[in-house]
């Protein structure tokens, strides 16, 4: 990689940071240059990125017919997924499916709301059962 | 969240004298190298501006610190609008005072293991880089682990495991590093404060998404990133954090370091933090020497004979295999994500570029300087050679993943065939030459 294959500018995804990237310089040495984000980085940051929202977008709209319960809404909107957000709260996987359901998830306990709050980082567990964009 | 990153100003005033002086002491560490190759000495220099990233943006305001090298006030002046400062908003003040002990030289690394434990190491004197850490530490790999699901996608890793980097060191150069974990999180607070108040800069791993001085596209449930806190601001309880990552030290409030410590799941860090404890054995660079040869040799044995299918250059041919049957026509979706995951893990993740590969080049050219083998050195371009074509894959696989160019993963899957055995080639031969 020349250091002329790297954008300086940083990308408008990376709000003004750049990493570094490793390049061979023209006496065919290598130096660190600052990286603002080549195309296929960006491009697969943003497409993973769009899909967290797309998938939270659904869930979303999902939740407002009342077919799903908010929780997966928050979960993709956390960056989450299923598998992970058991992982996180310390749930087993199948509760988890389950308390993506309305019907469990009404039931839900404070604690148990709590818990799933913690893992997602939301401060206010009360806002797992709204919808809020 | 660093949505309004500030000028570059009120973070480089208040550290004038701090940044002149590590900068003076930190600028001849490039300058090792080429102790034995005089000709590259006028060269040196202007990649010691560009590899020391962080100086660039101290110094363009202090210019006290720029005559530490003649071709330094050349090339600072240009990366330093290039390069914002991520988040410094309360600069005049605050540092100064808040930092106990002597002030800490941020590094922009490429990597984060390999970063703070360069940085902590060059704290101790010990003038190494991050090429070097990373080379010492046999860590350039490759993993393909199709039972390990991340978001449904399965771990594809360019590198040994976390900790891996941290462990091999300990252990090659003696290092007195101590790892500590806490059942709770008020004990974890309570350790981290006591070594900052000792003037420590302490290792952290953390989650990367409860780190807010990420930018927000960036924060993701990675579990073991690592970052250096080197001090606290009493008077908000902001933590001083040094993250190699990102190309000027930043800050974390309490709540949120402590919650990225102590997040659950896969990697739980459980509040881990390491520091080096004591004084380190040597603070000479010439002791690496001895150890090349036998780093070198275990990467290469990891990379051809490890016998799983899983990892090594094979896991790259498992990888191209199991891409060539993708099922296109069934989940487009899905594999268009498939082959963006590949990418992100390549190029995304602090990797320097290439999956790890031109960091490890870079490194096999400090093995040759240090080994006077000038066989290493074109190794290491047949190397970055190698990692062009990594690169070549991640853009055809970006275009895939947006949908620019259509489906083909037959073709990324040749890529991947291609690269295995060039690969395998360059570590026959790398065997050889040491």
């Known amino acids: 990689m020349r250091p002329d294959e790297v954008p300086s500018e940083s990308a408008p995804l990376l709000e003004g940071a750049t990493k570094a990237a490793y390049v061979v310089g023209p006496d065919g040495r290598y130096r660190i240059v600052p990286n603002g984000g080549t195309e296929a980085e960006v491009t ?26 908010p929780l997966e809404y928050h979960m993709y909107r956390r960056r989450l997924d299923p598998a992970s957000l058991a992982q996180a709260a310390g749930y087993w996987r199948w509760r988890v499916r389950r308390h993506l359901r309305p019907a469990p998830f009404a039931r ?11 893992a997602m980082g939301i401060a206010d567990p009360e806002q797992l059962r709204r919808l809020d964009p | ?97 808040a930092m106990t002990g002597p002030a800490f030289q941020h590094l922009q690394t490429a990597h984060c293991e390999s970063g703070v434990i360069t940085s902590l190491l060059r704290a101790e004197g010990l003038p190494i880089t991050e090429a070097m850490c990373f080379g010492l530490s046999s860590a350039l790999s490759f993993c393909y682990f199709p039972f390990v699901r991340i978001n449904q996608l399965p771990l594809v890793s360019y590198r040994m495991t976390p900790r891996w980097i941290l462990n091999s ?26 070594l900052l108040a000792r003037g420590r800069p302490v290792g952290l791993q953390g989650s990367v998404f409860f780190l807010t001085y990420f930018p927000v596209n960036m924060r993701f449930h990675f579990n073991a990133h690592n970052l250096i806190a080197y001090g606290r601001d009493h008077a908000t309880g902001d933590y001083l954090i040094s993250d190699p990552v990102f190309n000027a030290p930043t800050r974390c409030p309490a709540a949120d ?42 990467n290469v044995w990891m990379m051809l004979y ?61 093995a040759a300087v240090h080994l006077n083998r000038p066989a290493l050195h074109e190794l290491s371009l047949e190397l970055t050679a190698i990692g062009d074509e990594w690169r070549h894959f991640a853009l055809q696989a970006a275009r895939q993943n947006k949908g620019r160019s259509p489906l083909n993963p037959a073709a990324l899957a040749d890529l991947l065939d291609d690269i295995s055995r060039k690969e395998r080639a360059l570590y026959k031969k790398l065997w050889k030459a040491v």
Not at chain 2, 169 to 194: N, Q, W
């Open chain 1, 44 to 69: 697969v940051t943003e497409e993973a990125v769009a899909w967290f929202r797309q998938m939270a977008d659904e869930a979303r709209l999902r939740a407002l017919a009342g077919k799903t319960s």
């Open chain 2, 169 to 194: 060191l300990k252990r090659l150069l003696h290092l007195p590093l101590r790892f500590e974990r806490f059942k709770t999180p008020d004990a974890g607070h309570r350790r981290l404060d006591e």
């Open chain 2, 306 to 366: 490890m016998p799983l299918p899983c990892v090594s250059t094979l896991g790259m041919r498992f990888l191209a295999s199991r891409v060539r049957r993708l099922p296109v026509g069934k989940a487009p979706g899905y594999c268009r994500r498939y082959v963006g995951h590949i990418v992100r893990m390549q190029e995304e993740v602090g990797t320097g570029g290439a999956g790890f590969r031109f960091l490890y080049a870079a490194f096999l050219q400090e």
């Open chain 2, 1 to 97: 969240m660093p949505a309004s990153s500030a000028n570059p100003t009120p973070a480089a005033n208040p550290t004038p004298d701090i940044s002149s002086a590590p900068d003076a002491s930190i600028s001849p560490v490039p300058a090792a190298n080429p102790a034995s190759s005089a000709s590259s000495a006028s060269s040196s220099s202007p990649a010691a501006a560009a590899s020391i990233n962080s100086a660039p943006d101290a110094s363009s305001a202090s210019i006290t610190s720029a005559p530490s090298a003649s071709p330094i006030p050349a090339a600072s002046p240009a990366p330093a609008p290039a390069s914002p400062v991520i988040l410094a908003p309360l600069g005049p003040a605050t540092p100064a005072p």
């Open chain 2, 257 to 298: 370091l402590q919650r990225a410590r102590f997040v659950r799941g896969a990697l739980a860090p459980r509040g881990l933090l390491y520091h080096i404890d004591g004084k380190i054995p040597s603070t000479d660079l010439a002791q690496v020497t001895p150890l090349l040869r036998g780093a070198i040799r275990k």
């Open chain 1, 108 to 118: 839900l306990t404070a604690g148990q709301l709590a818990r799933y709050a913690a």
